[in-house]
């Protein structure tokens, strides 16, 4: 069977480190190149080989990237990092251009809506989705209406940020 060369981002979050876990538990001939921007990542140390990347937001990150791909022969890369997610996406044509490495995600305008509540919201409604009741609270009506119509307690978020 031929070797994968998977490049892993981000390993030292959880979800990069997960992918790495399953990746080692699958039957696949993979070598995992893993990156993240700091040398004490402990997810570089479950990788075959590591590297220190720039920042998603530096300028030299895409560069980067691209040399990785070309020098090492990179097939595909993954990665659970939100950002690095993004810039790779509005990238893409430059990738697919300059590499012969894999990146499958959605659309960068339908990465722009998940990365929203508010916006998920309103795609999960007109989609004819299971949706949660929301309404901006920059509307004081519109929070009112939802207070009469669901009670308390109610949960308040941010439309942009990580976490759940």
């Known amino acids: 069977m031929k070797e994968i060369k998977a490049l892993i981002l981000g390993v030292g979050g959880n979800v990069s480190k997960g992918i790495i876990k399953a990746i080692r538990k699958s039957y696949l001939n993979v070598k995992i190149i893993g990156a993240c921007i700091s040398a004490e990542s402990l997810g570089l140390y479950m990788c075959d080989e590591a590297y220190i990347s720039p920042y998603s937001s530096d300028q030299k990150f ?65 989609n004819n989705c299971n949706y949660p009741q929301y309404c901006r609270l920059n509307n004081l009506n519109n929070v009112h209406k939802l207070i009469n119509k669901v009670g308390f307690p109610l949960i308040a978020k941010p439309c942009l940020g990580k976490s759940s």
């Open 62 to 126: 895409i560069p980067w990237l691209i040399n990785i791909f070309n020098d090492l022969c990179i097939d595909i890369v993954l990665t659970g990092v939100e950002e690095n997610i993004l810039e790779i996406e509005k990238n893409i044509d430059l990738f697919n251009t300059s590499s012969k490495t894999a990146f499958i995600a959605s659309s960068y305008e339908k990465l722009l809506i998940v990365q929203d509540k508010y916006k998920t919201c309103e795609w999960l409604k007109q």
